[in-house]
């Protein structure tokens, strides 16, 4: 019986549909005689950080795993012996720049050769442009009877030098260090070489490499060209962070606005949702620095003109993962961290959060 009623809808389908392309159809549009005005935002932007979209993306720093916080601390870094230098590279945590992220470099030179250093990878390579302009800073603390200098360079896909700076001065204590050079050709998978020079052990954390030319030319900015296909898409809302990234494998993983705004080196890096959920395409390298955080996004929505449309957490990881829901006796705190947002966005400066 289900058999013969399919069969006779399908016809009866059928039958429609050829009495309808025999008909001749007459599309009248009256120009001069618009409808219901149609509000700008009703068409906007979702931005999630997925495929580094972010880290690697949008944000424009080029080194990858800069304060060595990944879940393999030197993930990105490789050790570099040059003119038969040697050294020991050792991830630590005592005494830390910060105590946030308390993981940074200890670097050791043989004293029988005096030269030793680490390369970075970047984000599959580092894009670098011909007479662009590149900042580069350290934070870094000598080692007790130590007498380091620092060569900071850009090396091209085929070994090529094409980028250099020296820095010296460093003390006992932790200092911020940074310097600014130009590279002389433009290449598409550079490395960051950084060469010791010297006796002696330094610590080395927030390793950062950006183009001076970011957009508004603001420091821990974004990438100008990206951010400028945005605003040319006219957005009248920005939505951030993402959708499954604010929920997150876990509810221990899920995106926390609170620790993405504040100084760059204070936010808390976190595993990256979406690193090891394609089984095909894996990447444990995936991390969120949260350098692109949410004071950055308003930044960003307020630049472009478009409504900023945030999103956080109401209390349950991926329910495709995890599954993960809070009890309703202890949503207090996620109710909170909504509220606390509005004052961050609209608040007076005098408010805690505002």
């Not at 019986?1 to 009866?12: A, Q, V, Y």
């Not at 495709?320 to 006796?329: D, G, I, K, M, Q």
Request: overall charge negative; some cysteine.
């Amino acid at each position: 019986m289900r058999k013969i009623l399919s069969c006779m809808l399908m016809m009866f389908a059928l039958t429609l549909l050829t009495g309808t392309a025999q008909e001749s159809l007459r599309i009248v549009v009256q120009a001069d005689k618009p409808g219901a005005e149609i509000q700008p935002t009703m068409w906007g932007v979702f931005f999630e950080d997925i495929n580094f979209a972010a880290d690697g993306g949008v944000y424009a720093e080029l080194v990858k795993n800069r304060s060595f916080e990944f879940e393999f601390p030197l993930s990105g870094w490789r050790q570099l012996s040059q003119q038969n230098g040697t050294g020991r590279i050792v991830p630590g945590f005592y005494y830390p720049y910060n105590p946030g992220n308390p993981h940074h470099v200890s670097i050791f030179l043989d004293p029988a050769v005096e030269s030793f250093g680490i390369t970075n990878e970047g984000f599959r390579g580092m894009g670098i442009r011909k007479d662009a302009q590149y900042n580069f800073s350290v934070k870094a603390r000598l080692h007790e009877s130590s007498d380091i200098k620092m060569k900071v360079e850009l090396l091209s896909a085929s070994g090529q030098i094409i980028g250099t700076a020296v820095i010296s001065g460093f003390t006992a204590d932790w200092t911020n260090h940074k310097v600014s050079f130009a590279a002389s050709d433009t290449e598409l998978k550079a490395l960051l070489r950084i060469t010791l020079e010297g006796k002696g052990a330094i610590d080395l954390d927030m390793i950062s490499l950006f183009p001076a030319d970011t957009w508004k030319e603001r420091e821990n900015g974004l990438r100008k060209d990206l951010v400028q296909m945005i605003a040319d898409l006219k957005p009248g809302f920005l939505r951030f962070p993402g959708g499954c990234i604010v929920e997150g494998r876990t509810l221990e993983n899920r995106y926390q606005w609170k620790t993405t705004v504040g100084p760059v080196e204070d936010r808390k890096l976190i595993m990256n949702r979406w690193n090891l959920e394609i089984r095909n395409r894996q990447t444990p390298d995936y991390f969120q620095s949260f350098g692109l955080g949410f004071y950055e996004y308003f930044l960003l929505a307020e630049d472009i003109g478009a409504e900023p449309l945030p999103i956080v957490n109401c209390g349950m990881s991926c329910q495709y993962n995890a599954a993960e829901v809070v009890p309703l006796e202890e949503l207090d705190s996620y109710i909170q961290d909504a509220l606390d947002l509005i004052e961050f966005a609209n608040g007076e400066t005098s408010t805690r959060w505002g």
